[in-house]
């Protein structure tokens, strides 16, 4: 194990914590913004310094590719190759094989693709995948999982959790560096809390250094989500740090976040502003739009990073999908703001106000009280209340009887009309 | 504005040392305008822009026709200009009509009423009304009027046509201008023809500008008749009075322009070397030239540049150059450049126009010092042999 997690602040089941990592000391909740060839879309490394970026997820398929993982061992490991100091994050390359190229094909042995240099089968497999991650020397590296899409159901779900739980030993076995290197185990199992259980078990027998919470944000609907995310975090080590994979809207984040995960990553803020879009405290910005060609205020006039100190939207309105410096400038502002999610999310654990940040974020992200019920169902689960920021009419609790879950002793019946 | 000379060179070369102040910030000359999209360098947002040395990349060159689609001059003025939009307080910005990239003067669209320029958004007309009204929102430090640039193969009447248009807006852009020409820059154009070119830069120099831009340059003429050109053109300007040259970018040509006594120089080269993958290498200094004798790295390249897209530097972990102070430089090798350029990632660009840009402002750097030692000649001829022999060693 090389890692230390230290949980520094508590509220209810939500945590903020120091993660020591090889490369850099981290506070959790944390963001990894995905820097799927080794780099982030547009920022140099002072810069995602600046913002406080503190660790970079890679992507092991892309990076295998392009320029291999061999070469990267050969200049000294993916630190180095692209001068990063702080912390990385590799995948294992399995879930980019299965999206990015609809020819794949897990077996036993492991996925089978076809090569998009020259067409000819492949097979990488847990050892395979480890050995790759190895040579690139990320501080964190994940276990090969049986990616299995949210939506699908019946056997295949239950084939996936169990392949997945033999693959854990085998990438185990393959894990050359692990002094140097923390190998997280990646809980499936789809949205069958009878399976999600046997992972979360299964994985935590193997004492791992950490564990991620794999198989969601695939398009599964928003209650059964969070649902998932509270059974595993329950169910996984207080002294271990957990990962939701593919988590990135700043209200899952803090959904989340307050149901006990603790790192997230997404392509979404880098993505969202090569199309124009900019993160705000309110929900989003559509830079494109008319009206903000003459804009003359900041992005978010509370943000403090060096996009919003210096550009108008105006400015901005004119640049947006017709220049690099337009995606350079958005992605620098939209990881700010999740890097202040972050922050903000680990100072008001530490600090004991946590509900408050709660309710204020979602006071200005729903001013109208409109907060959805999946938002709301979450939150008594998280202890969090957040009746203030909804209108009467929304707080549908009723929609909780629905589902089958006895909510009423969490429910004062002033909040329940 | 204030400018002066320092230094001339002593003999045969019209090379010249001077010093030009705006407002609280002065640069000395030689010197290199930064070519920008937009206003700002393509891929250098103020807080990158500040890596560089100081005071030598304050100079930025802004094109007015980059803000015909927007933003509204209403909003770009509530703003507070240019340098408020962009988040330059302190860069000296100098506007200049027409680019090659994204704003190229096209003659034969260009009428009486206005010039025209190929746009992404099409061609547009701009008639020395619209041009003004971009300049007083803009709030540029110095802008050159409005011209009707034509390339060096047009006949004798349309470049007549062009140095008449070419004076006749300079005297409109002066009337329209609340500050009645105090940042103007007079614009001399007049082709290939060394009569037409006489004739604009003293009909130019007889009207209040504060300086001069000479344009219809890097449109397809000749080598021997730019120096020429060049040439005569300086001898009809006052000396006491900065000029601007545009689109003379390589280095010999920048060599050849400082020696016909340019003060400043406005190009796109660095951002045409930075989209194909290039990196400058070339020895800035007459020192480094002597370090560097004989050994010539002419893998791929030129040898005043390399093509960091080439396999060679696949595995090359040395810096681009090795004695670079630049962000690129001190952080990133050869290896790393490759990989993002094969990947086609942004942050290529981003360290190349960096490094780029770094290394260009050095060689200016070495210019003014050659020429306020009485070196410049020297420094001139040396740079043009060892290109020589490098080019003749990559040869053989
Ligand atoms: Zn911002
Ligand atoms: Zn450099």
């Not at chain 1, 060839?37 to 392009?66: F, P, S």
């Not at chain 1, 984040?253 to 603790?262: K, N, P, T």
Request: glycine share 8%; hydrophobic share 40%; charged share 20%.
């Amino acid at each position: 194990m090389a890692l230390r997690f230290e949980v520094l602040g508590r509220f209810n089941r939500a945590r903020a914590a120091r993660l020591t990592l090889p490369h850099f000391t981290c506070q959790t909740p944390l963001f990894m913004p995905v820097g799927t060839q080794g780099t982030i879309k547009g920022l140099t490394t002072d810069q995602l310094e600046a913002i406080g970026c503190q660790i970079i997820l890679g992507n092991t398929y892309h990076l295998e590719l392009r320029p291999g993982s061999q070469l990267i061992d050969d200049l000294g490991g993916l630190h180095k190759f692209m001068n990063w100091k702080r912390a990385l994050l590799t995948d294992s390359g399995g879930f980019q094989m299965v999206s990015l190229l609809h020819l794949a094909d897990i077996t036993e042995e492991g996925v089978t693709f076809q090569s998009p240099v020259d067409g000819k089968p492949m097979l990488l497999t847990p050892e395979e995948s480890i050995h790759i991650q190895n040579n690139i020397g990320a501080d964190i590296i994940m276990a090969l999982d049986d990616v299995v899409k949210t939506t699908i159901t019946g056997p295949r779900i239950e084939e996936a959790m169990y392949r997945t739980l033999r693959w854990i030993d085998r990438c185990i076995s393959a894990h050359k560096k692990p002094d140097v290197q923390n190998l997280f185990g990646i809980v499936q199992g789809g949205l069958d809390p009878v399976l999600r259980d046997i992972c979360v078990r299964g994985l935590v027998e193997r004492n791992l250094p950490g564990y991620a919470i794999g198989g969601l944000a695939g398009g599964e609907d928003k209650d059964s989500f969070w649902r998932v995310v509270a059974q595993c975090t329950a169910g996984l080590p207080e002294d271990k740090p957990r990962y939701v994979m593919g988590v990135g809207y700043p209200l899952d984040i803090v959904v989340c976040s307050a149901l006990g995960a603790d790192m997230y990553d997404c392509v979404y803020p880098t993505r969202t502003a090569r199309f124009g879009t900019a993160l705000v405290p309110e929900g989003v910005l559509k830079l494109k739009q008319n009206a903000m060609a003459t804009d003359e205020r900041p992005i978010d006039p509370s943000c403090p990073c060096m996009v919003c100190k210096n550009y108008t939207r105006a400015y901005l309105h004119c640049l947006v999908t017709k220049d690099p410096m337009g995606s350079q400038l958005l992605s620098y502002h939209n990881l700010s703001f999740m890097m202040r999610l972050s922050r903000d999310l680990h100072m008001s654990i530490l600090e004991g106000r946590f509900p408050e940040f709660v309710r204020g974020f979602l006071r200005v992200q729903f001013p109208k009280g409109d907060v959805p019920k999946w938002v709301h169902n979450a939150m008594e689960v998280a202890g969090i209340d957040i009746s203030e920021c909804c209108t009467p009419t929304n707080c549908q609790h009723d929609a909780m009887e629905d589902t089958g879950v006895d909510i009423s002793e969490l429910c004062p019946p002033t909040k329940c009309p | 504005m204030r400018f002066a000379v320092k230094k001339i060179c002593a003999g045969g070369a019209k090379a010249r040392a001077g010093l030009l102040q705006i407002g609280s910030s002065s640069v000395e000359t030689p010197a290199l305008l930064l070519s920008t999209r937009k206003g700002l360098p393509a891929f250098m947002s103020c807080d990158l822009l500040s890596s560089l040395p100081l005071p030598d990349s304050l100079l930025l060159n802004v094109c007015p026709t980059h803000f015909i689609e927007g933003p509204p001059s209403k909003t770009l003025s509530n703003i507070g200009g240019l340098h408020r939009m962009l988040g330059l307080p302190d860069h000296i910005l100098v506007a200049t009509a027409g680019e090659p990239i994204e704003s190229l003067p096209s003659s034969e669209a260009s009428n009486k009423f206005g010039a025209s320029f190929e746009t992404p958004s099409g061609r547009k007309l701009v008639k020395p009304s619209d041009y003004m009204e971009l300049i007083s929102s803009m709030k540029p430090d110095l802008w050159a009027s409005l011209a009707d640039e034509v390339p060096a193969w047009v006949n004798e009447k349309r470049n007549k046509t062009s140095v008449d248009r070419t004076l006749r807006w300079l005297d409109a852009c002066i009337a329209l201008d609340a500050a009645v020409g105090a940042n103007g820059l007079g614009v001399v154009v007049g082709g290939s023809s060394i009569e037409q070119r006489k004739l604009c830069a003293t009909e130019v120099s007889k009207r209040n500008v504060s300086g001069f831009w000479i344009g219809g340059f890097g449109l397809g003429e000749s080598v021997e008749e730019r120096c020429n050109l060049l040439n005569a053109v300086t001898d009809c300007l006052p000396s006491e009075k900065p000029r601007i040259v545009s689109r003379l970018g390589l280095p010999e040509e920048v060599l050849e322009g400082v020696a016909s006594g340019i003060d400043l120089f406005d190009s796109t080269y660095i951002y045409q070397l930075t989209m194909g993958g290039f990196a400058l290498i070339f020895p800035v200094d007459m020192v480094e030239r002597e370090m560097q004798n004989g050994v010539v790295d002419s893998s791929a390249g030129d040898s005043t540049k390399i093509n960091l897209r080439a396999t060679t530097y696949r595995k090359d972990t040395s810096r681009i150059v090795d004695s670079c102070t630049c962000f690129t430089c001190q952080n990133h090798t050869r290896a790393y450049l490759n990989h993002l350029l094969n990947v086609h990632e942004m942050l290529a660009q981003i360290l190349l126009e960096i490094h780029n840009t770094h290394h260009y402002l050095r060689f200016f750097r070495s210019i003014r010092e050659a020429i306020k030692d009485g070196e410049f000649d020297l420094f001139w001829k040396q740079f043009v042999e060892n290109r020589r022999s490098q080019i003749a060693a990559a040869v053989l």
